[in-house]
């Protein structure tokens, strides 16, 4: 008990004498080197949160085009054995009393084919300028107010209330947007604002002028073309006013898995399948968001040993160059804990200073800036993914990595003969 | 007067290639407590490394060192870290200051390290620094500072935490006359107070001022006793 106790005091003389010294020795230290090893450290914390932020960021960032411009917070369609959702009104009537919905945008939905340039085709064998689509009869006022969707339409204008003879094409059905031709795969050539299209859909005909194009790098929006619920209902002859797909978006703050439950507890679950945006997810986006979380997991992983082999050089280096001052401690009488003490303390300190600029960039630049101005890739706009409880599991990874990388040349060159650290052998 | 240090049959050899070079040879004697002590000698005669031994700095090949009444000699690598902390003083010939300290912190570092809080460590650290001379320039550090300023502080920080005994190694040997003479004189004056000293020297004229010297020679104490009648 005793030897236990004299332990413990002798600990904690070396640990005040060797902060005393580290501080000491980061304060007259060359203010040079200090600020390029803290430099090091901040990009490296960054490489560490960045990359993986990013890379998750460019599937969040894919996740919430889905969200916002197709599913709404909470996404209500059809069972898989049924071609709709019956008893579509008296649910629709359902989701406007939810207290904590904003707005709703029922869908009616029919697979059919899309053809251009009909008039000028000569002979019935030459091949159709035509695509096959899904057509989704909409309610534009609704649909804009629940996903916004004229803000991403690139050209022309979105659909109005009397528009019965227009239709909105998804950039993904143009060649134009989605320059790939093969036997499995057709896109419409050459087809303008104004162009008539011809949509054939359960063995009806329409003629119907391009009003628009929409393009929100949403799979679901862009392969879909557009026309007014009136339209396609006439068109299927769906006459009950049966839908195929609500999208919901809520009220700020409201919580979509209450919402969920709120509607399965109405009997919706019997008819419906009611899914949050998360689960409504297509299952190829949440495998690619789990593949680039690893990516980044091994990104990160090589920032950090690179870290480790920043730090353990630096003190490597500091170490060595000062073997005969820490011989000399020794030789007075100064522990050797408390000289690998004050080297942990300094490794600490280049980590607390790098980490803390690099949280200043992260949460006071970065991720603002890349929030409001998202990174343009071909399928997402990226955002920076920093949640706090990730950042900080990285803080303390990286902490732990400087503070072991300090340690190990503290012991490399404190072990060494005091009489041959003193003179410089 | 007791005796404070005891060496019995001292011996330390290095190994160079194929030889083996004997630099203390079977080497005994023994120091009285509050002794002047200095070892002369020629270049290579084996002064530092006895002052090594016995400041337990490094280990003997064989033979004995008894301070203060403890073997010291037995002691594993902590309990002579502990040892050295607590009972001995150490003057090195280039100074040792730690140069990222105040004058005032290099000579408190012994103290902070036996767990002295740090105004009682600077308080003593002060008063060390105002015996071996420095009393002003506490805050400065050591290359802001003369080569005699510098070895007052290495002395005050041998001194600080009232050791047993201090050992030093060519103490003048960086030192313009004038500044070692000053540094001779402040030994003098500590040994007056009871200090026991083993100063490492080559100049005769400063092994004078002590009150008994040895002469190493081969590796054997080739002469024994009273400075003006060894050197």
């Known amino acids: 008990m005793q030897k236990q106790k004299r332990k413990i005091d002798e600990f904690l003389i070396s640990f005040k004498l060797g902060f005393f010294l580290a501080i000491r020795q980061m304060r007259r230290s060359n203010k040079a080197t200090t600020a390029l090893i803290i430099f090091i450290m901040t990009l490296t914390f960054l490489n560490l949160v960045v990359v993986r932020g990013v890379l998750i960021g460019i599937i969040e960032g894919s996740t919430e085009i889905y969200q916002k411009y197709s599913t709404g917070e909470v996404f209500v369609s059809e069972l898989r054995q049924k071609s709709y959702i019956e008893n579509s009104p008296s649910m629709l009537e359902t989701i406007k009393t939810l207290p904590w919905v904003e707005s709703f945008s029922p869908r009616y939905l029919e697979r059919g084919n899309i053809e251009a340039d009909y008039k000028s085709r000569i002979r019935l064998t030459d091949a159709p300028n035509s695509v096959g689509a899904i057509i989704a009869g909409i309610n534009p006022v609704a649909e804009n107010n629940t996903t916004d969707l004229s803000s991403k339409i690139i050209e022309g204008k979105f659909l109005s209330l009397g528009d019965t003879n227009y239709i909105l094409l998804g950039s993904s059905l143009l060649k134009k947007y989605m320059p790939m031709d093969s036997a499995s795969f057709t896109s419409l050539r050459n087809v303008k604002l104004g162009d008539k299209v011809r949509i054939k859909v359960d063995g009806n005909t329409k003629e119907l002028t391009v009003k628009g194009v929409i393009r929100s790098k949403a799979d679901e929006v862009d392969f879909r073309a557009y026309v007014l619920d009136s339209v396609l209902r006439n068109m299927i002859g769906r006459t009950d006013y049966n839908v195929n797909e609500v999208a919901i978006k809520l009220k700020a703050g409201a919580n ?11 009997g919706i679950g019997d008819r419906a399948r009611v899914q949050t945006a998360n689960e409504a997810l297509p299952k190829f986006i949440i495998d ?3 593949t680039f979380a690893i990516l980044g997991d091994i990104i990160g992983s090589i ?8 730090i353990f050089i630096v003190i490597f280096v500091n170490a060595i160059t000062r073997k005969k001052f820490i ?8 522990s050797a804990q408390a000289i690998e003490i004050s080297y942990v303390f300094q490794s600490l300190f280049y980590a607390i200073f790098g980490i803390g600029v690099g949280l200043l960039i992260l949460y006071g630049f970065l991720v603002p800036f890349i929030n409001t101005h998202p990174i343009k ?19 303390f990874l990286l902490a732990l990595a400087t503070i072991i990388a300090g340690f190990i040349p503290a012991r490399i060159v404190v072990k060494k003969n005091t009489l041959d650290s003193i003179l410089g052998r | 007067m007791s005796k404070i240090i005891e060496v019995k049959n001292l011996t330390k050899s290095f190994k160079t290639g194929d030889k083996e070079l ?6 005994s004697f023994e120091i009285e407590e509050g002794q002047f002590f200095s070892v002369t000698g020629r270049s290579g005669s084996g002064k530092s490394t006895l002052l090594y031994q016995l400041g337990l700095l490094d280990h003997p090949n064989s033979g004995e060192i008894i301070i203060n009444g403890i073997k010291v000699s037995a002691l594993g690598n902590e309990e002579r870290t502990k040892f050295r902390l607590k009972e001995l003083g150490y003057v090195f010939q280039d100074y040792a200051l730690v140069p990222e300290l ?8 012994p103290l902070l390290m036996q767990g002295f809080g740090k105004k009682e460590a600077y308080q003593k650290a002060e008063k060390a620094l105002h015996r071996a001379g420095l009393t002003d320039r506490l805050e400065s550090l050591p290359n802001q500072l003369s080569g005699g300023e510098q070895q007052r502080i290495s002395i005050a920080r041998a001194i600080a935490h009232d050791p047993k005994i201090i050992f030093a190694d060519e103490p003048t040997a960086n030192l313009d006359s004038e500044t070692a003479n000053q540094v001779m004189q402040t030994f003098s004056e500590l040994n007056s107070g009871g200090q026991t000293i083993v100063m490492v020297t080559h100049e005769s004229e400063y092994a004078r001022l002590t009150r008994r010297a040895i002469k190493l020679g081969d590796g054997v104490i080739v002469a024994d006793g009273k400075p003006e009648n060894v050197i």
Do not use: H, Q
Not at chain 1, 256 to 266: F, G, Q, W
Not at chain 1, 303 to 310: D, E, M, N, P, R
Not at chain 1, 380 to 385: A, K, P
């Open chain 1, 303 to 310: 920032g950090l040993v690179v870290a480790a082999i920043t």
């Open chain 1, 256 to 266: 979509p898995i209450v919402v969920k439950d709120a509607l399965l507890n109405s």
């Open chain 2, 102 to 109: 105040t004058a005032i912190e290099n000579a408190a570092i």
């Open chain 1, 288 to 290: 690619v968001k789990k």
């Open chain 1, 327 to 334: 011989g000399i401690m020794k030789g007075i009488g100064i």
């Open chain 2, 22 to 27: 004997v630099v203390l040879n079977n080497m």
């Open chain 1, 377 to 395: 890739f071909p399928f997402s706009d990226g955002i920076l993914v920093a949640k706090a409880g990730a950042t900080f599991f990285r803080v």
